[in-house]
């Protein structure tokens, strides 16, 4: 075995994890929508969320944290609004079901809000508003996760990484597309960090005293224990602004909790009172804004497209030759990895192979 990085195209992959997910059970049409999410991550240049996230669903599917039959209930409905019960199935099948219920709505009423609780992990959350966009319109997505990052001028962790996601169409070849996790890094990057064998930078990370961890090893395991928390935007205090992130993270809290009398904060851990490994009961919410309710599409298209042009036109730091907007650089790493493939790390390889090798997938030859 080669401990050369290779690369394997989008397609082959996305079949691959597509036979994963059908292995454990999943519907053909479930199957397709999670390697749908999954293999879009890679494709942005999200690695922490692509196949290195297979072996993540993989043990929370082993163990039933994730129910591979996705049945999701209608708690409550208007107009414009809804609740729904994803009973722990996949939540990129439950985000999905969402978002289209949202963008139906606004299709009809000019808006649509659909709030989730009992979900499971989705992916990236910038997947969804991208569904509104392609129905020429404004889409927003919220969730919450399991403990992970403290408040300003504390160490414990309470709160999860909780990405806001914010898409609209312009008239350019791609959509403004902002998805940012509310700390300062989430734990898929760390994750990342230990395939690459690489340390994490100071700053991210507390400890309970308050100093910081670089080990990702390490971290991830002070992260299971509660020994280890991210820092919001902004770091640590208040002087760079991280009593700023740490009230956008608890605007998710609410946003994933409060709508739906889901679970929040430390209900979110996925340990019974036992000790035991239990559910994580995540909420989600999702948000479609019709357009043509306030302007007409391609009016809209148009000043979006002049107001991102005029951010990149404006002058440049010294040394910098390119100002940039959210989902710019997504967009020409989508055609950069489509052409030369998603890289794959001799860790990375590994971990594919384990998952292959586990659920019987023999006839799935990976050129390595």
């Not at 009973?87 to 978002?99: S, T």
């Not at 997505?141 to 403990?147: D, V």
């Not at 909790?257 to 000790?275: H, M, R």
């Not at 391609?298 to 404006?314: H, P, V, W």
Request: some cysteine; hydrophobic content about 40%.
């Amino acid at each position: 075995m080669t401990d050369k990085n290779i690369y394997l195209s989008a397609d082959y992959l996305h079949e691959f994890v597509k036979a994963c997910f059908m292995s454990f059970g999943a519907p053909e049409e479930d199957a397709q929508t999670c390697a749908d999410v999954i293999i879009e991550s890679d494709l942005r240049g999200i690695e922490s969320h692509g196949v290195g996230r297979l072996r993540y669903y993989y043990d929370r599917l082993i163990t039933g944290q994730h129910d591979v039959h996705t049945k999701i209930d209608t708690v409550r409905e208007s107009p414009t609004t809804a609740v729904l019960d994803g009973n722990h199935g996949l939540g990129m099948v439950i985000g999905k079901y969402a978002m289209n219920l949202a963008i139906e709505k606004a299709r009809t009423y000019g808006m649509g809000s659909v709030a989730v609780r009992n979900s499971t992990h989705f992916g990236i959350a910038g997947f969804y508003p991208t569904m509104a966009v392609a129905e020429g319109m404004i889409g927003l997505t919220f969730t919450n996760a399991r403990p992970a990052v403290c408040p300003t001028f504390g160490t414990q962790p309470m709160m999860g990484t909780n990405p806001i996601a914010f898409a609209a169409p312009t008239d350019e070849p791609f959509s403004f597309l902002y998805d940012a996790a509310t700390p300062i890094v989430q734990r898929g990057h760390i994750e990342k960090l230990v395939r690459q064998e690489k340390p994490a930078n100071e700053g991210w990370l507390v400890d309970p005293e308050n100093h910081y961890l670089t080990d990702p090893g390490e971290i991830l395991q002070k992260l299971s224990t509660g020994e280890a928390a991210f820092l919001p935007l902004g770091g640590i205090g208040e002087t760079l602004g991280g009593h700023k992130g740490y009230g956008l993270a608890a605007i998710v809290e609410i946003l994933c909790a409060s709508l739906q009398t889901g679970a929040f904060l430390n209900a979110l851990s996925g340990i019974e009172e036992d000790g035991s490994p239990g559910r994580f009961k995540v909420g989600h919410f999702f948000m479609a804004i019709n357009v043509e309710g306030f302007v007409d599409l391609e009016t809209f298209k148009q000043t979006t497209g002049n107001i991102l042009r005029e951010l990149r036109a404006s002058r440049k730091a010294p040394g910098q030759a390119r100002i940039y907007t959210a989902g710019e650089k997504e967009y020409e790493k989508e055609i950069q990895v489509r052409k030369q493939g998603i890289e794959i790390i001799p860790n990375l390889r590994k971990d594919l192979m384990f998952v292959r090798d586990a659920l019987g997938l023999d006839a799935d030859e990976f050129p390595f």
